[in-house]
């Protein structure tokens, strides 16, 4: 009995969290925003997506989120349809740029957010949004409203949104874009930890070299016109992260091949 709980459990370990098999977006108004894209994303992998602007990096998280749908192609999550994700063991939450929080109300009531729309009783989501802020070292900030929280605080409380739910997939456009460096540093050490010991799968979209190295575990370079796959590049560098892969050759190193990568990238964007 235990060898086959074992087993189970090694199975839905190894079953990949998304499968986008040959799926393209064209949109309404004619614009291919995506050619057919072929990703299979492993669970515990930290997924960049990284290239130049409108090379479709939102249209695919977007797809991953299923916000939107294929125009062609198909999209698996857990080995299924999306009717699937929401069940124990198969939660998806989305982090938006914008921290999107409601000003009228005070920071534990907006991580409790998700929580209330799912009718949790109050005890325990009340708990549930206390531990969530407490993992993003807010725990003082939880009678503030927004309007008193600097940026890097906000969006502290936007992850700890996310992740009340106890998601096993983390979904990220940008979301340190805003934020000086300082700041952006510590949460990306604060995120790739705690992806690390939750066992998180995140895919997660940003603009910086630096970022995409110090956080993933796999990047995916795209490009534009049409929106492409154009590379993959593995940051082979073991969990946890800190300031001393920031500050290495090796780092410096895979900073100047990702960049070599991009630049390849931008100038197979440019329109024939
Ligand atoms: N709803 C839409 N209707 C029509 N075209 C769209 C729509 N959403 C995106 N596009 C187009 O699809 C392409 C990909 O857009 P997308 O927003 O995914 O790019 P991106 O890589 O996220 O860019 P950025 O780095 O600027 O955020 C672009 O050409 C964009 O104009
Ligand atoms: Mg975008």
């Not at 057919?36 to 479709?56: A, D, K, T």
């Not at 999209?75 to 198969?90: A, Y």
């Not at 796959?229 to 560098?237: K, L």
């Amino acid at each position: 009995m235990i060898d086959m709980l074992d087993q189970t459990a090694t199975t839905i370990s190894r079953t990949p969290v998304v499968e986008i098999l040959s799926a393209e977006k064209i949109f309404a108004n004619g614009v291919r925003g995506l050619d057919p894209i072929q990703l299979s994303i492993r669970p515990g992998e930290f997924i960049s997506l990284i290239g130049p602007s409108g090379c479709g990096k939102s249209t695919l998280l977007k797809l991953i989120a299923n916000l939107i749908e294929p125009t062609d192609g198909k999209m698996l999550w857990w080995r299924g349809d999306f009717s699937k994700v929401g069940t124990i063991g198969r939660q998806l939450a989305f982090v938006f740029q914008d921290p999107t929080l409601m000003p009228w109300s005070k920071v534990d009531a907006n991580v409790r957010l998700p929580l209330d729309l799912a009718g949790m009783p109050k005890a325990e989501a009340r708990q549930r949004a206390e531990a969530a802020l407490a993992h993003v070292g807010l725990t003082q900030a939880a009678k503030r409203y927004p309007r008193q929280l600097s940026g890097g605080m906000r969006m502290r409380v936007s992850i700890a949104r996310a992740l009340v739910t106890n998601p096993d997939l983390l979904l990220m456009d940008e979301p340190f874009g805003a934020l000086d460096e300082f700041t952006r540093n510590k949460l990306d050490e604060d995120l790739v930890n705690l992806c690390f010991e939750r066992n998180l799968t995140n895919v997660f979209v940003t603009h910086s070299i630096y970022e995409a190295i110090f956080l993933s575990t796999r990047i995916i370079v795209m490009a534009a016109n049409p929106g492409r796959i154009f590379a993959e590049y593995i940051v082979d560098e073991p969990m946890p992260r800190n300031d001393n892969f920031r500050r290495s050759d090796r780092f410096g190193d895979m900073c100047r091949e990702l960049s070599a990568l991009l630049s390849d990238a931008s100038l197979a964007s440019l329109k024939p």
